[in-house]
């Protein structure tokens, strides 16, 4: 398949229009300004890890922008959606981390499904730095409060 410069621009034009490409903005944003106000809450404000993280936001911003201008073109555009769909959900909750380190109120389902999935993360796996491998631990078992 010859990619023609009118393909790729009508693609990079489509995204302006894409409402998941919004919606990854938007939360990027947000992410940033409750992680900033996270920081400056627990006092361990750094200029370093600041710029470091919002460059991180921007490689992903970025890496969103390629795939939904590419993918597409390959006939991925369901590939290129649910992965940009994919790091909403990240922001997501990342954002809701952070308003609960903030103290802001949240409502009990998401506080207990947060609570659930960093025990969850956490257990499964165990990076041994000396070795720099990667270790399945025994599944937890959780108990679902009703």
């Given amino acids: 398949m010859i990619l023609e410069l009118n393909d790729i621009t009508h693609q990079i034009?489509?995204?302006y229009q894409n409402g998941f490409i919004h919606a990854l903005i938007l939360c990027a944003f947000f992410d940033i300004f409750t992680g900033t106000l996270k920081s400056f809450k627990t006092k361990e404000t750094s200029s370093s890890v600041s710029l470091f993280g919002i460059a991180k936001h921007a490689l992903?911003?970025?890496?969103?922008?390629?795939?939904?201008?590419?993918?597409?073109?390959?006939?991925f555009q369901t590939y290129a959606h649910g992965f940009t769909l994919w790091m909403v959900v990240?922001?997501?909750?990342?954002?809701?981390?952070?308003?609960?380190?903030l103290g802001l109120p949240l409502p009990a389902a998401v506080k207990n499904?947060?609570?659930?999935?960093?025990?969850h993360t956490e257990n499964r796996i165990h990076i041994d730095a000396?070795?720099?491998k990667v270790e399945e631990k025994e599944k937890?078992?959780?108990k679902v409060e009703e």
């Fill in 13 to 15: 034009y489509s995204i």
């Fill in 60 to 75: 992903v911003v970025l890496l969103i922008f390629v795939l939904n201008v590419y993918l597409p073109l390959f006939g």
């Fill in 90 to 101: 990240t922001y997501l909750i990342s954002i809701a981390e952070n308003w609960a380190t």
């Fill in 113 to 119: 499904t947060l609570i659930k999935l960093k025990e």
């Fill in 140 to 142: 937890p078992i959780i």
């Fill in 130 to 132: 000396d070795v720099m």
